[in-house]
């Protein structure tokens, strides 16, 4: 495994539900990119928790971007959302006949979660820990000084 981590991913895009299978990609795309995981189940997880939370931005959002980041930290896929909202959201007990309020439930089921207030809004995350790729297929890290 590399001693040093790869470095974090993070955009801001508009909130708008258009750009929630983008951020699904993105988020997969640096994982796969950064080699720490080869199992097809943990991508499904981390495909699943992305999409609930960029959702739950989009739904929430007081303005019109939400801020998204994915970041390996050693043992699992740690997924942020940033929105403006400053309601911190609570894990509801949906009927089957909702349409909403499953989400937390989903999380809690393939990780963990949680949510910060922060000054102009919140952040709400999702851990999803993996299965770590095998140290064969994990390229060497990148110092912070540029050198290996």
């Known amino acids: ?21 983008l951020m699904r990609r993105q988020v997969l795309a640096a994982v796969r990119e950064w080699k720490v995981c080869d199992d097809a189940d943990a991508f499904d997880d981390i495909a699943v928790c992305a999409s609930e939370l960029v959702t739950n931005g989009v739904d929430h959002a007081w303005t019109s971007t ?28 949906a009927d089957l006949s909702d349409v909403h309020g499953r989400g937390l439930a989903l999380l809690e089921a393939l990780g ?27 390229p060497p890290a990148r110092s912070k000084t540029g050198t290996n």
């Not at 040093?4 to 955009?11: A, C, G, I, N, T």
């Not at 949680?114 to 064969?136: D, F, L, M, Q």
């Open 112 to 138: 963990t979660w949680g949510s910060e207030r922060r000054s102009c809004g919140k952040v709400v995350w999702a851990e999803i820990p993996v299965p770590v790729a095998s140290a064969a297929s994990v």
């Open 1 to 21: 495994m590399p001693s040093v981590l790869p470095e974090p991913r993070q955009w801001w895009v508009p909130a708008e539900p258009a750009f929630v299978p």
């Open 66 to 93: 939400i801020g998204v980041s994915v970041a390996w930290t050693g043992t699992a896929v740690r997924i942020e959302v940033i929105d403006k909202d400053p309601l911190i959201p609570s894990r509801g007990d």
